[in-house]
């Protein structure tokens, strides 16, 4: 029972480090992106190689600023396309211009908080 107890204590242990080194490449990624794009890029694909080792999902506030396809650092007006879009479904859409791959996220609930927030 006691080993049982101390592995599920040592995987959330190691999930824990590894989205901190996965916080800690992206970090360093947006710093050294302005002066060395393969370096910035560099981190992003080790970051995501953590990500998978330790199975852990990569947070939400650095899931989209990586290409799912050549997995290089996106800056918005640099080396990434942003625009909104109110067709169909409201949703932002953000071009990587290093390979060209569209990537389309929903935002639909981000405005239903915010109609919440005004309601009140």
Not at 18 to 27: G, K, Q, S
Not at 72 to 87: D, E, W
Not at 89 to 106: A, D, F, N, S, T
Request: hydrophobic share 35%; proline share 3%; glycine share 2%.
């Amino acid at each position: 029972m006691s080993k049982k107890f101390s592995r599920r204590k040592e995987q959330r242990e190691k999930k824990k480090i590894a989205l901190e080194r996965i916080d800690i490449l992206f970090n360093l990624a947006e710093r050294v992106f302005a002066y060395d794009k393969e370096l910035a890029n560099r981190y992003v694909e080790i970051a995501l190689a953590v990500q998978q080792k330790a199975k852990v999902r990569m947070p939400r506030k650095w899931k989209r600023r990586y290409c799912k396809k050549c997995h290089s650092f996106l800056v918005p007006g640099v080396n990434a396309r942003v625009r909104l879009r109110q067709k169909r479904m409201p949703h932002v859409v953000i071009k990587c211009l290093e390979c060209g791959h569209i990537m389309r996220y929903p935002y639909l609930r981000e405005k239903k908080e915010r109609r919440k927030a005004k309601k009140q």
